[in-house]
């Protein structure tokens, strides 16, 4: 495959809006009264999700930039403390860290200098695309969830 189709093809993944809902269309006008209430059935509330899906996301790239990394524990490290409560400050912070994490990674798969398939060189088994597929599966699944407790909540606009 042509290395800049590659590119573009993971950039268009990252940022959604093809095969799945954009992260922004996702948290487009969620009202704040819903932050911290829970889906029926389901045992963590729209920003405890949004929060998990930040963390998994800021582990990868920190993975990919620094060596000596440590990750968080798996899995409570990567879910905020059990009945937290959010403010609206927190819930923008979720927000804003996510889209500046995204931006990196954007950023990296954009910089011609990324060898994209070479080994990480302090994690051999690991490249640059795969963390990205990682991240945007991961992304992709957690934001399905998310727009579907969305449904059932009815906190999209006009529900």
């Not at 860290?97 to 990674?105: G, H, I, K, P």
């Not at 994209?116 to 599966?137: F, G, M, N, Q, W």
């Not at 998310?146 to 606009?157: A, D, G, I, N």
């Amino acid at each position: 495959m042509n290395d800049a189709v590659l590119r573009e093809q993971l950039l268009e993944l990252l940022q959604g809006g093809h095969a799945h809902m954009s992260f922004d269309d996702a948290v487009k006008d969620f009202p704040a009264r819903a932050m911290n209430e829970k889906a029926p059935n389901v045992s963590y509330t729209p920003w405890e999700l949004l929060e998990h899906i930040r963390i998994a996301q800021w582990d990868v790239l920190a993975f990919i930039q620094d060596p000596d990394h440590a990750s968080p524990d798996w899995p409570d490290g990567y879910w905020p403390p059990k009945g937290q409560v959010a403010t609206e400050e927190e819930w923008a912070e979720t927000i804003r860290q996510f889209r500046e994490d995204r931006e990196v990674l954007v950023a990296l798969v954009r910089d011609p200098d990324t060898d994209l398939t070479a080994p990480l060189p302090h994690a051999p088994d690991y490249s640059v695309v795969r963390e990205i597929l990682t991240v945007a599966d991961h992304s992709a699944y957690h934001l399905g969830e998310f727009s579907l407790m969305r449904e059932v909540m009815t906190t999209w606009p006009d529900t």
